[in-house]
């Protein structure tokens, strides 16, 4: 097929409202659920798509993000829903039920994460790069299991939903609305930042490092920006997805997650502005519908994927604009 | 902590470390000769001690089950690599990642259907029970020490293998040259399914081997995997040598750790949050390891600079 890829974005995300109001209309509220989950993983494909689509950078521990997210999200809540303010040294946090003020810590604590281990793993490149990201996964995970304060292995549960002004983030609704608009918004600032000039030399510093840095630019530094920006979007993937769980646990830093937040955006197309929504609807009903029929139904999603690697270059996208990659 | 305690820890960090070296040296092997990142390299491992685990429950012989493990092993690593990896050692890093993961789910999820959610068990065999008493009256069991000069034996082979044979002076020239090396006649595509091959049996060797003294369950290969690739980042990729000292240093310092830190954190901590510390540290010390060798040397301790 050789549809324009415009057509094909716009028709992608117009996919998930669609389906949430059409599951509202025929009141099924575990579609709207379904559509949510997939809004929020769209959400934090789009994050590891600024690294991996533009950038290049495969980073196999993106779960590290998602998981720090969570847990923001989970402690300030834990210590409102106690009422013991969290006390770090001399100073002294209030915990909040404030959907905003959660997200603005989740945000800024995954970016500082994402400079920290960007600053080190950027040091190498391809292989090693991978590796490292994936070990600095497996540390987090392992941390978060150790670290008893806030439920160690077993998780930490939020009892009630926390808030956005003028929501009832309760009604699912509400809170899909609420996280589609999210996405949205992230959506339109990866196709900002693709047109933006910190786009364009973080595409050539994929492509030609070297005659980036000959034309005075460093490609360390556009990486390492690059990193930072899509830790924090997958951070409040995280933060949303806590709170569509109303449960935080260690699984949220697990490797496996890491690989399936790249499957997502290979799924779709690597590269394309629709391919981790794409890929994330895609997921979401393969996990519901085959998990539906076969309790194996993760064989059958390795199949896909080898399909897709070995036949199928360019995910979804690829296949309906008949373009292996996205045009540059 | 007595004197005891720390030599028993030594020796139990020396065990963990040889037996991630057979991982290791395997996955450092693949990527040195072929430039693959292949991480059902830990599937490879489950396959190993499930064969033995299977065998060994069948026969009630641990040595038919070792071998059941290395043949399983090396026929799933030969099998996979014809159907899938060769056609992957071109493509791009992603395709690797995404295809080598894709062969998890279908490892981990079949294992699953064929053998049940439930662990196996297998028995250490009875000339291997039992402790054995060291000099200065240390008591340690035997099957660890076992397998700590199981681990060296293979590593002297593998040193071997690669400085002394016809095969690993084929293998270190196609780690340098693949292009020459098929121009002077040798076959390259069997030279590659054969060092495949190789480092699933030693995968598979280390699963069956560590499958005695651990639960044999579905999901047991990805931690180990993690940490061989841990030990390939510190040692060097592409190095056996480096991936020999990797080992030994993450086996020590990950067991070591564990015992030394919350002790360490003490004398200058309160004792309930120097454990609690000492062991969220613990848990993160391989990591810290790994770090500050990236911070000293990039390309690790015997890797080339890119």
Same mark, same amino acid.
């Given at each position: 097929?050789?549809?324009?890829?415009?057509?094909?974005?716009?028709?992608?995300?117009?996919?998930?409202?669609?389906?949430?109001?059409?599951?509202?209309?025929?009141?099924?509220?575990?579609?709207?659920t379904?559509?949510?989950?997939?809004?929020?993983?769209?959400?934090?494909?789009v994050?590891?798509?600024?690294?991996?689509?533009?950038?290049?950078?495969?980073?196999?521990?993106?779960?590290?993000?998602?998981?720090?997210g969570?847990?923001?999200?989970?402690?300030?809540?834990?210590?409102?829903?106690?009422y013991?303010?969290?006390?770090?040294?001399?100073?002294?946090?209030?915990?909040?039920?404030?959907?905003?003020?959660?997200?603005?810590?989740?945000?800024a604590?995954?970016? &500082?994460?994402?400079? #920290? %281990?960007? =600053?080190?793993? +950027?040091?190498?490149? /391809?292989?090693?790069?991978?590796?490292?990201?994936? @070990?600095?996964?497996?540390?987090?995970?392992?941390?978060?299991?150790?670290?008893?304060?806030?439920?160690?292995?077993?998780?930490?549960?939020?009892?009630?939903?926390?808030?956005?002004p003028?929501?009832?983030?309760?009604?699912?609704?509400?809170?899909?609305?609420?996280?589609?608009?999210?996405?949205?918004?992230?959506?339109?600032?990866?196709?900002?930042?693709?047109?933006?000039?910190?786009?364009?030399?973080?595409?050539?510093?994929?492509q030609?490092?070297?005659r980036?840095?000959?034309?005075?630019?460093?490609?360390?530094?556009?990486?390492?920006?690059?990193?930072?920006?899509?830790?924090?979007?997958?951070?409040?993937a995280?933060?949303?997805?806590?709170?569509?769980?109303r449960?935080?646990?260690?699984s949220?830093?697990?490797?496996? &997650?890491?690989?399936? #937040? %790249?499957? =997502?955006?290979? +799924?779709?197309?690597? /590269?394309?502005?629709?391919?981790?929504?794409?890929? @994330?609807?895609?997921?979401?009903?393969?996990?519901?519908?085959?998990?539906?029929?076969?309790?194996?139904?993760?064989?059958?999603?390795?199949?896909?994927?080898?399909?897709?690697?070995?036949?199928?270059?360019?995910?979804?996208?690829?296949?309906?604009?008949?373009?292996?990659?996205?045009?540059? | 902590?007595?004197?005891?305690?720390?030599?028993?820890?030594?020796?139990?960090?020396?065990?963990?470390?040889?037996?991630?070296?057979?991982?290791?040296?395997?996955?450092?092997?693949?990527?040195?000769?072929?430039?693959?990142?292949?991480?059902?390299?830990?599937?490879l491992?489950?396959?190993?001690?499930?064969?033995?685990?299977?065998?060994?429950?069948?026969?009630?012989?641990?040595?038919?089950?070792?071998?059941?493990?290395?043949?399983?092993?090396?026929?799933?690593?030969?099998?996979?690599?014809?159907?899938?990896?060769?056609?992957?050692?071109?493509?791009?890093?992603?395709?690797?990642?995404?295809?080598?993961?894709?062969?998890?789910?279908?490892?981990?999820?079949?294992?699953?259907?064929?053998?049940?959610?439930?662990?196996?068990?297998?028995?250490?065999?009875?000339?291997?029970?039992?402790?054995?008493?060291?000099?200065?009256?240390?008591?340690?069991?035997?099957?660890r020490?076992?397998?700590?000069?199981?681990?060296?034996?293979?590593?002297?082979?593998l040193?071997?293998?690669?400085?002394?044979?016809?095969?690993?002076?084929?293998?270190?020239?196609?780690?340098?040259?693949?292009?020459?090396?098929?121009?002077?006649?040798?076959?390259?595509?069997?030279?590659?399914?054969?060092?495949?091959?190789?480092?699933?049996?030693?995968?598979?060797?280390?699963?069956?081997?560590?499958?005695?003294?651990?639960?044999?369950?579905?999901?047991?290969?990805?931690?180990?995997?993690?940490?061989?690739?841990?030990?390939?980042?510190?040692?060097?990729i592409?190095?056996?040598?480096?991936?020999?000292?990797?080992?030994?240093?993450?086996?020590?310092?990950?067991?070591?750790?564990?015992?030394?830190l919350?002790?360490?954190?003490?004398?200058?901590?309160?004792?309930?949050?120097?454990?609690?510390?000492?062991?969220?540290?613990?848990?993160?010390?391989?990591?810290?390891?790994?770090?500050?060798?990236?911070?000293?040397r990039?390309?690790?301790?015997?890797?080339?600079?890119?």
């Open positions: 097929m050789r549809l324009p890829e415009g057509w094909v974005t716009a028709a992608a995300l117009a996919l998930l409202p669609a389906v949430a109001l059409w599951a509202w209309a025929a009141d099924e509220p575990f579609t709207i379904l559509a949510t989950r997939a809004a929020i993983l769209a959400l934090a494909a994050g590891l798509n600024v690294a991996l689509g533009i950038g290049g950078l495969v980073s196999l521990g993106h779960a590290v993000f998602f998981g720090i969570g847990y923001a999200m989970g402690i300030l809540a834990f210590h409102a829903q106690t013991a303010p969290l006390e770090i040294g001399p100073l002294t946090i209030a915990g909040t039920r404030s959907m905003p003020l959660i997200w603005l810590v989740a945000t604590a995954s970016a &500082l994460v994402a400079w #920290l %281990i960007g =600053l080190l793993s +950027l040091r190498t490149s /391809g292989i090693y790069f991978i590796m490292i990201t994936l @070990a600095f996964g497996q540390m987090a995970f392992y941390f978060a299991i150790s670290w008893t304060a806030y439920g160690g292995e077993d998780g930490l549960s939020i009892y009630v939903r926390n808030g956005f003028g929501l009832n983030t309760l009604v699912p609704i509400q809170f899909f609305a609420l996280c589609c608009a999210v996405l949205l918004l992230a959506v339109a600032l990866q196709w900002r930042l693709r047109a933006s000039g910190f786009g364009l030399a973080l595409d050539a510093a994929r030609a490092p070297a980036v840095e000959a034309a005075g630019l460093s490609p360390r530094r556009l990486k390492l920006a690059a990193f930072v920006l899509s830790g924090a979007l997958t951070g409040l995280g933060a949303l997805f806590a709170d569509l769980n449960f935080v646990s260690p949220m830093f697990s490797w496996q &997650l890491s690989g399936e #937040l %790249i499957v =997502l955006i290979v +799924l779709g197309g690597t /590269g394309r502005l629709a391919g981790p929504v794409i890929g @994330a609807a895609l997921f979401v009903a393969l996990e519901h519908w085959l998990g539906g029929l076969t309790e194996f139904w993760l064989v059958w999603l390795g199949a896909i994927l080898l399909g897709i690697v070995l036949f199928a270059r360019g995910g979804v996208v690829g296949l309906l604009t008949g373009r292996a990659g996205p045009h540059v | 902590m007595t004197p005891i305690l720390l030599i028993e820890q030594v020796l139990n960090g020396l065990q963990f470390g040889v037996m991630l070296f057979l991982m290791a040296a395997g996955l450092t092997l693949i990527f040195g000769v072929m430039g693959l990142i292949n991480l059902a390299h830990g599937s491992y489950m396959i190993g001690a499930f064969a033995a685990a299977a065998v060994a429950g069948a026969t009630g012989s641990f040595a038919l089950g070792l071998a059941a493990a290395l043949a399983a092993a090396a026929a799933a690593g030969a099998l996979v690599e014809v159907a899938v990896i060769r056609r992957l050692y071109r493509a791009a890093h992603l395709d690797q990642v995404l295809a080598t993961f894709a062969l998890i789910l279908i490892f981990s999820e079949g294992t699953r259907w064929a053998f049940g959610s439930f662990p196996l068990f297998l028995d250490i065999p009875a000339a291997l029970s039992g402790p054995v008493t060291l000099p200065g009256g240390i008591e340690y069991p035997r099957y020490l076992a397998l700590i000069g199981a681990g060296l034996a293979v590593a002297v082979g040193w071997w293998l690669t400085t002394r044979t016809r095969l690993g002076l084929r293998i270190r020239a196609g780690a340098e040259d693949r292009e020459m090396v098929a121009a002077l006649g040798v076959d390259i595509r069997t030279l590659y399914t054969v060092v495949f091959a190789l480092g699933a049996a030693l995968a598979g060797l280390a699963g069956a081997l560590v499958g005695a003294i651990q639960s044999v369950q579905v999901g047991m290969g990805e931690p180990v995997l993690i940490l061989a690739f841990v030990v390939i980042v510190i040692g060097g592409g190095s056996i040598r480096g991936a020999f000292v990797g080992a030994l240093l993450v086996g020590l310092t990950d067991t070591l750790g564990g015992l030394l919350p002790d360490l954190l003490a004398l200058f901590m309160e004792n309930g949050a120097a454990t609690q510390a000492g062991s969220a540290l613990a848990s993160m010390s391989v990591y810290l390891l790994m770090a500050a060798v990236l911070i000293w990039p390309a690790g301790l015997f890797g080339r600079p890119a």
